[in-house]
């Protein structure tokens, strides 16, 4: 019976070894066309982790999607609660302010810009009246004027006062989609930061506050190096990190966490309800757009991307008062990193491009005048140039 099994045995083994060598050549073959799919390219493809050949792209890009799908839930989940107003009832504007706002808007797509700067209003302060011009602040009205017209260039017939019932939810939900523009998620810890850098404002900036907090856009934001904890294939090792800020990335649904706290906030639901038109509606949008173009211009020193945060904040200046809370957020960001040790050239070129361009584009609002150069709540960014000025030390 041995001698028997002998030629079946040595049969087996040399079927296997031949299937195996099949395997082999055909595995070759398929890295020659399409590459390992378990080789490390590198590149980081997903959530700050290394990818892994075209298997590990093809996983995060699956990812990708299911965030789409997510936020496109959510997104529809925020715009159907904020216009319930509208399905119970009718596209109508609400309130005093909203009407008033909605009035003045109806002024400049009639008569154009110059003339709504100079229109005087006989029915507002009866009987003085107002000088509408110097009173607002016109982005709120801009912003509906410049998509009125842009409709009609476009042959879509619509009214202004649709426009402007919608434009709130229109600014609250525009990030859920389009907001994938980030590069990675943020890590774990962003969930316990302040709104301003969690991004707990509309969706676009959840993700580019992520690009920019990320452990690849961290760099040039504070100036230690330091070691960081890195998740690859499940496991956790530690590296050296060329990065100067220490990064934890975590689990991708925390992304999701702040999103879906925005879309039924009742705070943020009862200033971006449709017909509720007022500054606030384009004014969040305007804070957090501000706040991601300064943290790029800092990560990257470049002139180009201060501009952008300068002309980021005089849209805020334009929309809404609270632009003070920008104007006075950042110079103390620069002070704290300043007194840290921590001022580099790349702060240095942000923050005096953003101080020059911000403050004389602040002071074209008519509204706004040279209120920037006189009043004590601006101080604190020229205090911040002063001190910098005052020091010997060059930016390092």
Not at 19 to 46: I, K, S
Not at 86 to 112: M, Q
Request: include cysteine; charge should be positive; aromatic fraction near 14%.
């Amino acid at each position: 019976m041995a001698a028997e099994a002998t030629p079946t045995t040595t049969t087996t083994v040399l079927l296997r070894v031949r299937r195996l060598a099949r395997f082999v050549a055909r595995r070759d073959e398929w890295t020659r066309h399409w590459g390992d799919p378990l080789a490390d390219t590198g590149r980081n493809t997903h959530c700050g982790r290394p990818g892994h050949g075209w298997a590990g792209r093809l996983v995060g890009r699956a990812k990708r999607v299911e965030q789409v799908a997510i936020l496109v839930l959510i997104g529809l989940v925020g715009i159907s609660s904020r216009l319930f107003s509208v399905v119970r009832y009718e596209s109508v504007i609400h309130e005093f302010d909203p009407w008033f706002n909605y009035r003045t808007t109806r002024e400049l797509v009639n008569r154009g810009v110059y003339d709504f700067l100079n229109w005087f209003d006989d029915y507002s302060w009866y009987p003085l009246g107002r000088v509408v011009g110097g009173t607002v602040y016109p982005g709120l009205m801009v912003t509906s004027g410049f998509i009125y017209w842009v409709l009609h260039a476009l042959n879509f017939p619509v009214d202004i006062r649709n426009v402007c019932v919608f434009l709130a939810p229109l600014f609250s939900w525009y990030g859920r989609p389009a907001g994938l523009t980030g590069k990675c998620s943020p890590p774990a810890w962003s969930a316990h930061l302040p709104p301003i850098l969690s991004g707990a404002r509309p969706q676009f900036q959840v993700h580019c506050h992520c690009d920019v907090l990320s452990d690849q856009g961290a760099e040039g934001l504070v100036g230690r190096p330091a070691r960081r904890r890195l998740h690859w294939c499940g496991h956790t090792r530690a590296a050296d990190s060329a990065v100067r800020f220490p990064v934890l990335t975590g689990p991708t649904h925390l992304l999701f966490l702040p999103n879906f706290r925005l879309a039924i906030a009742p705070g943020y639901i009862s200033r971006s309800v449709a017909g509720s038109y007022d500054n606030e509606g384009v004014a969040i949008f305007a804070l957090q757009v501000t706040f991601y173009l300064w943290l790029k211009a800092v990560r990257t020193g470049t002139v180009y991307w201060a501009a952008m945060a300068a002309l980021g904040y005089f849209y805020m200046v334009g929309a809404w008062g609270g632009y003070v809370f920008i104007i006075n957020i950042i110079p103390m960001h620069v002070l704290v990193l300043l007194l840290m040790g921590r001022y580099t050239t790349r702060l240095y070129v942000a923050y005096s491009t953003f101080f020059v361009i911000g403050t004389l584009s602040s002071m074209q609002v008519p509204f706004i005048g040279f209120q920037p150069v006189q009043t004590s709540e601006h101080m604190a960014a020229l205090g911040t140039i002063a001190y910098r000025v005052s020091r010997r030390d060059p930016a390092a």
